[in-house]
Nanobody
Framework: QVQLVESGGGLVQAGGSLRLSCAASVRTFSTYDMAWFRQAPGKEREFVAGLRWRDNNGYYADSVKGRFTISRDNAKNLVYLQMNSLKPEDTAVYYC????????????????WGQGTQVTVSS
């Protein structure tokens, strides 16, 4: 199990930017696929962005493509989510997740989760 701690959430106006960070406490961090999910009130948790450890390719939900960027720093055990051009519909609790098996960007593949960080975008 990987301990994950998110930070960087907050309140921002529409069109603004935020950068979320996720710190992982595992020695083999570089071999984990990392992902960000989000959950808005009354809605199911949804995939936002993911990063495969094998090739460092980023994958994005259509709703955030071109606005969000996922990246990682293996030397510091950190994964980031840079969010630009934020919209009110991006308001949600954002969760960092880690997996070292399987493939695909569905929540059940990820066995380690952070506690979440709130992102609120005002119109």
């Amino acid at each position: 199990q990987v301990q994950l701690v998110e930070s960087g959430g907050g309140l921002v106006q529409a069109g603004g930017s935020l950068r979320l960070s996720c710190a992982a406490s595992v020695r083999t961090f570089s071999t984990y696929d990392m992902a960000w999910f989000r959950q808005a009130p009354g809605k199911e948790r949804e995939f936002v962005a993911g990063l495969r450890w094998r090739d460092n390719n980023g994958y994005y939900a259509d709703s955030v493509k071109g606005r969000f960027t996922i990246s990682r720093d293996n030397a510091k055990n950190l994964v980031y989510l840079q969010m630009n051009s934020l919209k009110p519909e991006d308001t949600a609790v954002y969760y960092c997740a880690a997996s070292n098996y399987g493939s695909g960007w569905f929540s059940t593949r990820f066995t380690s989760w952070g506690q979440g960080t709130q992102v609120t975008v005002s119109s």
